[in-house]
C-alpha cells in the first residue's frame, strides 16, 4: 500500500503543499473551510506524520510537561484533563508529572523534562513559590504557573480562579441564609489559594458587621487524621454557637457532613456548610453540598493559549501578567433545604 505523503493531502485536497504545511502546524493563515477540508482529507487517507523528522527540522519536541501536586485531586485531574485534550488537538504530546507535593520528586521530574527537551512547562499549584533553581538553566523553558505563585514574576504568566471572590461570596451566601456565627474550615497548608480563600471568608465577615475573632473562627482539620471527628466534635463544644462554615474544599466539606450528622447536628438547620470546587461528589451528599465552581475549562484555555504564545514568542507582551478566572456559585440543600440545584454567578 503507498504511503500517503504531504504532498498527496495538497493534490486531494486541491490546495498547496505550503498550505497544508501551514494547516498541520496551525502556522500561518488559512480559512477555515481550507483547514477542514485538509484535515478531513487527512482523516480519511489516515495521513501520519514524521514527528522525529519534523521535530528535528523546528527543533521542537511538540512535548509539554505538566508538574500537578495531586493527580487524585478533583479540581487538579479536571484541570489537567482538558489542558491535555487541548494541548493534542494542537499536535501537543503532554508527560503529567504527580509531585505528591514532594519537592524531591518535583526536583526529578523537572530534571526528566528537561532531558528530554520539552517545549514548555505548565505548573499546578503549591504552597512554595515556583522557579528553576537546577545546574541547567531551565529557565529557558517557557512555562505558566496555575495556582502557584512563580519566584520571579517577570519570567512567566500567572492563572488563577478567582479564590478571593468565590470565598467572599460563599461567606455572604451563609450569611445571606441567616447565618450569625460562621467559621472557615481549612487544612495546614498555605498555599495562596488557600490564602485567598481565607482572606475572602473574614472580609465578608467585616463588611457585614460579624463579630470574630480569627483564630477562634478557624477550625483547623485534617481529614486523614484518625483523630478528624475527636478534634470536630472538641471544637464544637468549645463554639457551641457555630451556625455556619465555609469549607476550604469539598473535601473536608464532605467529611464534616459526616462527621456533625454523627454528632447529631441537624443540618442545615442548626448548621449551613458551603465548600470549594463543586466536586461531583457534592450531589450524592446529603444534604447536598452547595459549593464554589471553578471554571476549569476556562483556565485549561488561557492556560494553553498563553503558553503556546510563549513558546513561539518568547518576547510575549503577556509575560509577567497576572490572569484572574471568575467563579460561580452553586447552591444546595447544605445552605437551602428542599432546594434544587442553581447557580448564581
Known amino acids: ?155 512567566t504568566i500567572f492563572i488563577s480562579s478567582n479564590h478571593y471572590q468565590g470565598a467572599f461570596e460563599a461567606t455572604e451566601q451563609l450569611i445571606a441564609a441567616g447565618c450569625q456565627n460562621p467559621v472557615i474550615a481549612m487544612h495546614s497548608r498555605k498555599s495562596p489559594s488557600a490564602l485567598e480563600r481565607e482572606n475572602g471568608f473574614f472580609d465578608a465577615l467585616k463588611k457585614n458587621s460579624i463579630m470574630f475573632d480569627r483564630e477562634k473562627s478557624k477550625l483547623n482539620v485534617d481529614i486523614y487524621d484518625d483523630n478528624f471527628e475527636e478534634s470536630v466534635k472538641q471544637f464544637f463544644e468549645e463554639q457551641d454557637n457555630v451556625d455556619g462554615i465555609f469549607a476550604i474544599n469539598d473535601n473536608i466539606g464532605l467529611e464534616l457532613i459526616v462527621v456533625l450528622k454523627k454528632l447529631g447536628f441537624k443540618l442545615p438547620k442548626q448548621i449551613k456548610i458551603i465548600g470549594f470546587d463543586d466536586t461531583p461528589q457534592d450531589k450524592y451528599s446529603y444534604p447536598a453540598l452547595s459549593s464554589v465552581k471553578q471554571n476549569t475549562a476556562k483556565i485549561a484555555q488561557v492556560t494553553v493559549d498563553n503558553l503556546l504564545e510563549t513558546i513561539s514568542k518568547p518576547n510575549s507582551i503577556n509575560i509577567g501578567k497576572s490572569f484572574l478566572i471568575p467563579v460561580d456559585l452553586v447552591l444546595r440543600e447544605s445552605i437551602y433545604p428542599g432546594m434544587d440545584t442553581i447557580g448564581k454567578s
Open 1 to 155: 500500500m503507498k504511503k500517503i505523503s504531504i504532498k498527496d493531502i495538497a493534490e486531494l485536497s486541491g490546495v498547496s503543499v505550503a498550505t497544508v504545511s501551514r494547516v498541520i502546524n496551525n502556522n500561518g493563515r488559512f480559512s477555515e473551510e481550507t483547514k477542514n477540508k485538509i484535515l478531513e482529507v487527512i482523516k480519511s487517507t489516515g495521513y501520519q506524520m514524521n514527528y522525529s523528522a519534523k521535530s528535528l527540522r523546528m527543533n521542537k519536541s511538540f512535548s509539554i510537561g505538566i508538574l500537578v501536586p495531586d493527580i487524585s485531586n478533583y479540581f487538579f485531574a479536571d484541570v489537567v484533563q482538558k489542558i491535555e485534550e487541548i494541548l493534542f488537538n494542537k499536535g501537543y504530546s503532554t508527560i503529567i508529572c504527580n509531585t505528591a507535593r514532594n519537592s524531591t520528586k518535583e526536583t526529578a521530574y523537572l530534571q526528566m523534562l528537561e532531558s528530554k527537551g520539552v517545549d514548555g512547562l505548565i505548573v499546578i499549584s503549591g504552597a512554595e513559590e515556583f522557579s528553576f533553581n537546577y545546574s541547567r538553566p531551565e529557565k529557558n523553558i517557557p512555562y505558566i504557573c496555575i495556582d502557584r505563585e512563580p519566584k520571579v514574576k517577570s519570567d
